[in-house]
């Protein structure tokens, strides 16, 4: 999250990464986190995260990859991408309630895409 509100900030996801804050992700059993640390990175691509989501096989992966993918997208000013897997992260069946989804259902709403 810190990366990409000073993304925003900088307007520059590649100035961003000069303030990114390294983390040891080798003990991180969350999927995909470890993809999606390398994306925000720049080390990893949005592929690389939908491609472990899948391989996880968890909706609960999926939605994660979907989120964070979407946010990468709005952050490098790919609204249609980023549009999107926000919509499908919103929409991904989990077992239990999400505060996670819940924050791309209101992304979706702030930013006017359920129309």
């Not at 990409?4 to 040891?24: G, H, M, N, P, Y």
């Not at 925000?40 to 979907?66: C, F, I, Q, W």
């Amino acid at each position: 999250w810190h990366l990409l509100c000073t993304a925003r900030q900088l307007d520059s996801l590649d100035k961003a990464r000069e303030f990114f804050i390294k983390v040891d992700t080798s003990e991180d059993t969350r999927e995909p986190m470890k993809e999606i640390y390398a994306l925000y990175a720049g080390t990893g691509t949005p592929d690389s995260v939908l491609k472990r989501a899948e391989e996880e096989g968890t909706n609960s992966a999926k939605m994660y990859a979907h989120l964070y993918v979407a946010l990468y997208y709005e952050v490098t000013k790919d609204e249609p991408q980023a549009k999107a897997h926000m919509l499908q992260a919103a929409a991904v069946k989990l077992v239990h309630p999400s505060y996670m989804q819940e924050v791309a259902r209101v992304h979706i709403l702030q930013r006017k895409w359920d129309k």
